[in-house]
């Protein structure tokens, strides 16, 4: 099933969260700073319901999208008030692919984990924590894994400011 044919399938169920879709465009010429959008189509998904949208593209076996391959997150710029949570499904049954993407607010980045539907969310989901500051709700193993347990700020955040020293350490 291509793209297309996914979200019309999505929106004929009613799958919980969807909220729209983006497809690549070329740009156009008669804007000049118009760079176009390449990349995967994907799908919009309200952040609080992303578990379930999970869990309906799982179990549908018209999608059967039994593989998370990622879940990451960006920060688009340091003005945008959002994180983007993304994540990337497969489905070796039908062989195709789903790009979602979430919006979750700089303030406020809460949102439920998705390992009650994916167990390989575990280890995206701590990194995604530990970088951008996003908490999952009800995560069965918080700790962190990449930085040091008294790390303060989430480097990856446009607006991250590097320490000038870490415990003596230089950091520049």
């Known amino acids: 099933m ?15 969260g969807l909220t729209g879709f983006d497809e690549p465009r070329k740009p156009n010429p008669e804007v000049k700073k118009d760079p176009g959008r390449a990349g995967d189509p994907y799908v919009i998904v309200d952040a609080p319901l992303l578990p379930d949208f999970l869990m309906v593209c799982r179990e549908d076996p018209r999608l059967a999208f039994e593989i998370l ?3 990451s997150a960006v920060d688009p710029s340091k003005d945008d008030e959002n994180l983007w949570v993304v994540c990337s499904l497969l489905s070796l049954t039908h062989k195709h692919r789903l790009a979602i993407k979430s919006f979750l607010p700089k303030e406020s980045p809460v949102m439920p984990t998705s390992t009650t539907v994916h167990r390989a969310a575990q280890w995206h989901e701590r990194e995604c924590a530990e970088m951008f500051g ?3 709700e009800r995560h069965p193993d918080p700790r962190h894994m990449l930085l040091p347990d008294d790390w303060v700020g989430y480097p990856l955040r446009k607006d991250y400011e590097f320490p000038e020293e870490y415990h003596g350490i230089s950091c520049t």
């Not at 793209?3 to 919980?16: C, K, N, S, T, V």
Request: charged share 25%.
């Open 69 to 71: 391959v990622d879940l």
């Open 2 to 16: 291509d793209f297309q044919g996914i979200h019309d399938h999505l929106r004929a169920i009613e799958a919980p």
């Open 134 to 136: 996003i908490t999952f």
